[in-house]
C-alpha cells in the first residue's frame, strides 16, 4: 500500500513569496490534515478535510495560508505572502474511519 | 486548558539499555491516548492507540501504560536498538471535538 506523499520535499523562499505544497493521501482516505510542526515542537493543525469539505481550520491564519482539496483526493497548502515564522515542516496526514493517520515525509520550508 | 507535557525533554542512553518516557495531560475528557515515533527528516509514524479506558499496549519492544486517575502515560522501551533514536510525542484525543492535543516530544538518542 502506498503512504502519503508530499512534494516538494524541501523549499527555500524569501519573505513576501508565495510557496504551495501537495498531498495526495493513501488511497480510499477521506481525511485529510495539514499540520505545521516547528523545529523542537510538536505538530500543530493547520486544517482537516472530510472528503473536500472541511471539519477543522480554526488554527488556520487565514489572511495568508489557504488550501483546497477540491476533488476529495489530493490538496494543495499555499502560503502567500510568507513570512520568516512560516519557516517549518508542512505535514500531511490521512486517515480512513478510524482514529490512525498515517503520515507524509514533510516539506521543510526555509523563508528567509 | 488542555494540554500535554513531556518529560524528559531529551534522553541519551547507551544501546540496549531500557529507558521510559513520561506524558501527563489535561485534556478532559479524552477519547485516546497515542504515541508516535517521528525519525529526524520522517513524519510521525504510529506506535500504539490506547482508549481511556486501557491501562497498557504493547508494539514490539514498546510497551505505553494509561493512568487515567493520574492523567499519566508512559512509553517503555525494552533492549533499545539504535534505530529507536528518534522523537517520541504523546497526543491526546479530546472527547469533545475530535481535535488532537500534541505534546512536544522528548528527543532519544541511543549510543553504541
Known amino acids: 500500500e502506498a503512504g502519503v506523499a508530499q512534494s516538494p520535499r524541501y523549499k527555500i523562499i524569501e519573505k513576501r513569496q508565495s510557496v504551495a505544497f501537495w498531498c495526495n493521501p493513501i488511497?480510499?482516505?477521506?481525511?485529510l490534515y495539514w499540520y505545521q510542526q516547528i523545529l523542537g515542537q510538536g505538530p500543530k493543525l493547520l486544517i482537516q478535510?472530510?472528503?473536500?469539505?472541511?471539519?477543522?481550520d480554526s488554527q488556520l491564519p487565514k489572511d495568508r495560508f489557504s488550501a483546497e482539496r477540491l476533488k476529495g483526493v489530493d490538496s494543495t497548502l499555499k502560503i502567500q505572502p510568507a513570512k520568516l515564522e512560516d519557516s517549518a515542516v508542512y505535514l500531511c496526514?490521512?486517515?480512513?474511519?478510524?482514529?490512525?493517520?498515517?503520515f507524509g515525509p514533510g516539506t521543510r520550508l526555509t523563508v528567509l | 486548558k488542555n494540554q500535554v507535557e513531556q518529560s524528559p525533554q531529551s534522553l541519551i542512553i547507551l544501546e540496549g539499555k531500557n529507558c521510559t518516557l513520561q506524558?501527563?495531560?489535561?485534556?478532559?475528557?479524552?477519547?485516546?491516548l497515542r504515541w508516535y515515533k517521528q525519525d529526524t527528516g520522517r513524519g510521525p509514524v504510529s506506535l500504539t492507540i490506547?482508549?481511556?479506558s486501557e491501562n497498557t499496549k504493547s508494539n514490539g519492544r514498546y510497551t505505553a501504560t494509561l493512568d487515567a486517575d493520574t492523567k499519566q502515560s508512559s512509553l517503555h522501551i525494552t533492549a533499545s536498538q539504535l534505530s529507536d533514536s528518534a522523537s517520541y510525542i504523546c497526543?491526546?484525543?479530546?472527547?469533545?471535538?475530535?481535535?488532537?492535543?500534541w505534546g512536544a516530544g522528548t528527543k532519544l538518542i541511543i549510543k553504541p
Open positions: 496526514a490521512s486517515s480512513s474511519d478510524l482514529p490512525e493517520q498515517f
Open positions: 488511497s480510499g482516505h477521506a481525511t
Open positions: 478535510f472530510q472528503n473536500n469539505g472541511v471539519v477543522d
Open positions: 506524558c501527563n495531560y489535561t485534556v478532559s475528557p479524552f477519547s485516546n
Open positions: 490506547m482508549t481511556f
Open positions: 497526543v491526546v484525543d479530546m472527547d469533545s471535538n475530535y481535535q488532537l492535543i
